[in-house]
C-alpha cells in the first residue's frame, strides 16, 4: 500500500474537520516521508516500526529534540492515519510517546482579573460585547469555542443558568450564571447587540458585521482566554469547591483531569483536611 495515497485518502476523508485536517497534514506527510527513507511500507507499520519513529522524532536521528508535547501530538496524528489505512486492530496500543513533564494552569489572581475586565471598559457596542463575553468566560470557566456558540435562547436569565450545548465532544452541561455575568450579558443586548445585528443570527455575540465571532476574535480581546477558565477553576477550589462540582462544572470527563488544580495550593488541601478529618 503506498503511503502517500493512503495519506492523502485519509486527510480528504469528510470525518475529518477542516482545522484537524490542517493539524493533521504536516505531521502525517512527515511520517510518510520517514517510512519513504527508511524503505518500510506502510503494511510493514508494526509497534517496532513505531517506536523506531519516536525515537527519531525524540532527537536520537534528527539532531535536535522534540518537546515530549510535540511527539504526543504528532504520534497521535499518525495512529488516527493508522487506524483509517489499517484498521483499528492494526494500530499498537502500546504506550510509546514520552511522559509529558506535569504542568500546573497558569491562573491570574482575581485582582488580575479585575485589571483585565476594567481594561475592557469603553465605549460603543464592540466594547461593551467585549467585556460581557470575557465576563461571561470566567464567571462560567468556558471554554473559547463554547462562549462564541452560544445561542441566545441558551442564556436563561429566569433561571440563571447557561446551557452550553457545544462543548468539547458535543457534551452538554448548564452553568450558573453569576450576578456579574448577567449584568453585563444584559447590559449587551439591550444596548449593543441591536446595533451590531444584520440579520436572523441566533448568535449570542456578533461581530462588527453582524456574524457569529469565531475563537480569534475572542484572543485578540485577551491573548489567552483559556487563563480565564483555569482562574475560575483555581479560585472555586480557593473558595472551598470540591474537585467533583469543579469536574461538573468544566465539563472534564475525567476526574484525573480536574486533578491538576488540586496541586496548585497545598494551603486548600490542608483545610480540606482540617475541616474533614476526625484527627486533624
Known amino acids: 500500500m503506498n503511503a502517500r495515497a493512503a495519506a492523502d485518502r485519509f486527510l480528504a476523508s469528510p470525518a475529518l474537520s477542516e482545522a484537524t485536517r490542517r493539524a493533521y497534514g504536516h505531521d502525517v506527510g512527515e511520517f510518510c516521508g520517514w517510512l519513504e527513507d527508511r524503505g518500510t511500507s506502510l503494511d510493514a507499520v508494526d509497534v517496532r516500526v513505531l517506536a523506531d519513529y519516536v525515537s527519531w522524532l525524540g532527537g536520537a536521528r534528527r539532531g535536535r529534540k522534540l518537546a515530549p508535547a510535540t511527539i504526543s501530538r ?11 489505512a489499517l484498521g483499528p486492530e492494526r494500530v ?23 485589571q483585565t475586565l476594567e481594561a475592557l471598559e469603553g465605549e460603543g457596542p464592540i466594547a461593551l460585547r467585549n467585556r460581557a463575553l470575557v465576563e461571561l468566560v470566567y464567571s462560567a470557566g468556558l471554554r473559547s469555542a463554547e462562549a462564541v456558540g452560544l445561542d441566545l435562547g441558551d442564556v436563561d436569565f429566569d433561571q440563571e443558568l447557561v446551557h452550553v450545548r457545544r462543548g468539547k465532544g458535543g457534551k452538554e452541561r448548564v452553568m450558573p450564571l453569576g450576578e456579574e455575568a448577567a449584568f453585563w450579558l444584559a447590559r449587551y443586548l439591550r444596548a449593543a447587540r441591536p446595533a451590531l445585528a444584520t440579520g436572523a443570527n441566533d448568535a449570542f455575540f456578533l461581530s ?58 497545598p494551603r486548600h488541601l490542608r483545610r480540606v483536611y482540617d475541616r474533614s478529618h476526625p484527627r486533624s
Open 74 to 84: 504528532k504520534l497521535a496524528a499518525v495512529r488516527a492515519f493508522l487506524r483509517h
Open 92 to 114: 499498537p496500543d502500546a504506550r510509546l510517546g514520552p511522559r509529558r513533564a506535569r504542568r500546573l494552569p497558569d491562573a491570574p489572581s482575581a485582582a488580575e482579573i479585575e
Open 208 to 265: 462588527a458585521r453582524g456574524r457569529r465571532l469565531d475563537t480569534s476574535t475572542l484572543r485578540r480581546v485577551v491573548p489567552h482566554p483559556h487563563r480565564l477558565r483555569h482562574a475560575f477553576a483555581t479560585h472555586l477550589l480557593d473558595g472551598g469547591a470540591d474537585l467533583r462540582t469543579i469536574q461538573e462544572l468544566l465539563g472534564h470527563s475525567s476526574l484525573s483531569t480536574t486533578q491538576v488544580y488540586s496541586h496548585i495550593d
